[in-house]
């Protein structure tokens, strides 16, 4: 993956840090504001309105931190979607003209219940929460980011796996035609991830379908991606057209562009280096922390956290192991 210097940030991602507000309330407080928010925020218009819908019925969660979120423009415009390019405003340069609808997942592999489910009816048994989750990057940049997601061990639930089931693995769609990144061989096409069926029935993971209320952009990775708060945010992949229950462990997308660098189980360390650079510390993107551009490179780095900070929920899915070894 790159990796950016700080020297690298553009001035329109450094952006005020609102609240959790609605679109409306935003709006006004934009205005109120005058123009301080007026560079990072123009962004997002690009986003065609109707792509922007409300989510009805979404209900809070228990695992959200309270950490407060980066501001809407942090997380529609820096983005890592292969697909779409490599660069992180590429996602939502790219992808304005992708249609997500219809959309189907296909279930497959080592379970009772398999098929092909429209999204709509894919979705539809299982409550909407919002679950405010940090996002950490292999790259050494955090987020936190409020996505609206149903849980994951609801759905795997849903499908009975046989107990030869061992792996979920998760497929993006693959279509160059609409996806104008999946032209170059930046990766290996379909991107794939999996999970440990321990770690994938673990109450955390959720199939995001919106972030900030609404609907996924397609940046994010509409119309439905994977969220693993403890873990690298390359196992959190978009655009989910497959789930199969495995026998055995997926060879994913990362492992096979560079095995060294990327391994399957992918959980946030700061005592384990990625061998080009160092995960100790992490940069907040968009952090401002007192203001101010002198700030913005130095309060806005803070020490990595293990599993991201989640860890009494998963240390135990991984005792016993290696994780020097097993990273
Ligand atoms: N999923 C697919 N299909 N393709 C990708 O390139 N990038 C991953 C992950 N999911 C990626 C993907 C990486 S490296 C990160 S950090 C997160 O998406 C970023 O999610 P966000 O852009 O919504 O913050």
Redesign the pocket.
């Known amino acids: 993956?790159l990796i950016r210097k700080p020297a690298d940030i553009r001035p329109s991602e450094i952006t005020t840090k609102e609240s959790y507000l609605s679109r409306r309330n935003f709006m006004k407080a934009a205005a109120l504001a005058g123009g301080s928010l007026v560079a990072g925020e123009a962004l997002p218009a690009i986003i065609p309105e109707a792509r922007r819908a409300k989510l009805e019925g979404v209900v809070p969660s228990e695992y959200s931190t309270d950490e407060t979120p980066n501001s809407y423009t942090d997380?529609t415009t820096?983005?890592?979607?292969?697909?779409f390019g490599v660069r992180k405003e590429d996602?939502y340069q790219n992808s304005q003209e992708f249609e997500p609808h219809p959309w189907s997942i296909e279930v497959t592999g080592n379970a009772e219940k398999t098929g092909t489910f429209a999204l709509e009816d894919f979705v539809k048994p299982y409550t909407l929460e919002e679950r405010i989750y940090r996002?950490r990057?292999?790259?050494a940049w955090s987020?936190v980011?409020p996505w609206v997601g149903i849980s994951l061990a609801d759905v795997i639930k849903q499908f009975k796996p046989l107990s030869s089931a061992k792996y979920v693995v998760f497929e993006?769609?693959h279509d160059a035609k609409r996806m104008p990144?999946q032209r170059s061989r930046s990766?290996r096409w379909?991107?794939v991830?999996g999970l440990t069926i321990a770690e994938a029935t673990n109450p955390l993971p959720i199939l995001a379908v919106g972030?900030y209320g609404e609907v996924l952009p397609n940046?994010?990775?509409a119309p439905i991606?994977?969220i693993v708060p403890w873990k690298?945010?390359?196992?959190?992949?978009?655009?989910?057209v497959k789930i199969h229950f495995s026998e055995t462990r997926p060879r994913t997308?990362?492992e096979l562009a560079a095995p060294h660098e990327y391994g399957f189980y992918a959980n946030v360390n700061p005592e384990v280096s990625h061998p080009r650079w160092s995960q100790a510390r992490e940069r907040r993107i968009g952090s401002e922390q007192g203001g101010g551009l002198q700030s913005l490179f130095s309060a806005a780095k803070q020490p990595t956290v293990m599993f991201n900070g989640y860890g009494e929920h998963v240390a135990h899915l991984y005792d016993g192991l290696d994780l020097r070894k097993n990273f």
């Open positions: 993956m997380v820096y983005n890592n979607y292969y697909e996602p996002l990057c292999v790259e987020m980011i993006t769609l990144g990766l379909p991107y991830e972030v940046q994010n990775g991606r994977l690298y945010g390359f196992k959190s992949i978009k655009g989910i997308s990362w």
